[in-house]
């Protein structure tokens, strides 16, 4: 990034000092015990990392997309898996930011101002993850509020975060049309997680099934109107694909670099030319994403772009930076031979953590879909 303001500076600095006294150390010890990353969560709370997104007004860094981005892809060159703390946090903290009225901003910023809360992000379910929009999980009006019934799966942080943004039907339809978008209290009766999933990779993250059994959720923890969650989603919480999954996944590539290059120094082998190559295909694909994603963030940031354009080039950036990740991770092995073939290996950590962010936040072949959607629409201007 050539030019960075004053606060996107602090914030990457802020967040490199971090990584290194923190994080780094810990990564390998995340990833082997599959728990809740506890020593990671301490770390980020006590920088308020889970309140970055949040408007100054409020308490918060109001951070925008840029900064977002920074602090995601530097912590996942060290810990994908404890960058997942703080992405769906902000998303949501983002989204309560844009869409949030004054009253639900000064009742819930003044809790989450401490800067230590996770937010949950809870969309797909267990029939319904590419097709969202046919989501079965009802909200049902009653007495001061409506009551949720159904169940999501892969919910990132499961039953760790303080409230959950929560996609629901309150009515038929037509698909997207009737879905509405709230914020579940973890302390609501009804509300349960299952244990974490035994995943591929991220095994620092806890992802969990969870069921809602008639929850109580007050008309006053609705996101925009009945019926506009479908806008809260696509309109909202979209760009939190750059700053988010992107940025995980050109972190990740990062991390696989600067794991093959320490490799390549200590075992003196930069000067084969079959491993030099790799490394530098590795290099050329990194900073080839970097460019595309600072590039998508500044236009998330400056609002001048129109819907489409964006929607196109954020599509671009989570699709082309998780096959990016998942390519260098592929050319490490050039590098490191059969030490990547041990579990524990760096590089093979992060190999199956870019399988999964092609696969979440919108599937790459999701991602395609909405690109060539808005290309075809483009090919009718030209
Ligand atoms: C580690 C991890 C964390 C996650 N965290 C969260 C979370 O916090 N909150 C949340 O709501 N969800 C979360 N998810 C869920 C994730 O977003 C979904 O897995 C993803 O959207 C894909 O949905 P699916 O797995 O149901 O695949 P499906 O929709 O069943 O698709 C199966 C395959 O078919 C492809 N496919 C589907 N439709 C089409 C089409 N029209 N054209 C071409 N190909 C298609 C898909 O790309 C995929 O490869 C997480 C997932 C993972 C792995």
Request: charged content about 25%.
């Amino acid at each position: 990034m050539l030019f960075l303001t004053p606060e996107q500076h602090e914030i990457r600095q802020r967040v490199e000092a971090l990584v290194r006294e923190r994080i780094a150390l810990i990564a390998r010890d995340i990833e082997a015990t599959h728990a809740f990353p506890q020593q990671a969560y301490e770390a980020f709370a006590s920088e308020k990392l889970f309140a970055l997104a949040m408007p100054r007004e409020y308490g918060g860094s109001e951070a925008d997309a840029t900064s977002l981005a920074l602090m995601v892809e530097t912590i996942s060159t060290a810990s994908p898996s404890s960058a997942l703390l703080v992405f769906p946090t902000n998303a949501v903290l983002r989204t309560i930011a844009i869409t949030g009225t004054r009253e639900q901003k000064k009742r819930l910023f003044a809790e989450l101002k401490s800067g230590d809360k996770p937010m949950g992000f809870c969309l797909t379910e267990p029939d319904y993850g590419s097709d969202a929009a046919g989501m079965q999980t009802k909200a049902e009006p009653t007495e001061g509020g409506y009551s949720l019934s159904g169940s999501k799966v892969y919910i990132t942080l499961g039953q760790h975060a303080r409230y959950y943004l929560t996609f629901a039907r309150t009515g038929p339809g037509p698909q997207a049309g009737g879905i509405s978008a709230f914020l579940v209290d973890r302390e609501a009766e009804g509300l349960d997680f299952g244990p974490p999933e035994k995943k591929m990779g991220l095994h620092g993250s806890i992802t969990s099934q969870m069921y809602m059994n008639k929850v109580f959720v007050p008309e006053n923890m609705r996101l925009w109107a009945e019926g506009e969650g479908w806008r809260v989603l696509a309109d909202v919480a979209n760009p939190m694909r750059v700053w988010g999954a992107a940025s995980m996944a050109l972190g990740t590539a990062q991390g696989v670099l600067n794991d093959c290059l320490k490799f390549a120094v200590e075992r003196r082998l930069l000067a084969e030319q079959g491993i030099a190559f790799a490394l530098a295909d590795m290099e050329m694909a990194v900073e080839a994403c970097r460019s595309l994603n600072y590039r998508v963030c500044r236009l998330v940031d400056d609002h001048r772009s129109s819907a489409r354009q964006v929607e196109s080039m954020v599509s671009m950036a989570k699709c082309f930076a998780a096959d990016t990740a998942m390519k260098v991770a592929d050319l490490a092995s050039t590098v490191l031979g059969s030490e990547m073939a041990k579990a524990d290996n760096a590089s093979a950590q992060l190999f199956r953590v870019a399988k999964g962010i092609q696969i979440f936040d919108g599937s790459n072949q999701i991602q395609r879909l909405i690109v060539a959607r808005n290309l075809a629409a483009k090919a009718r201007d030209i």
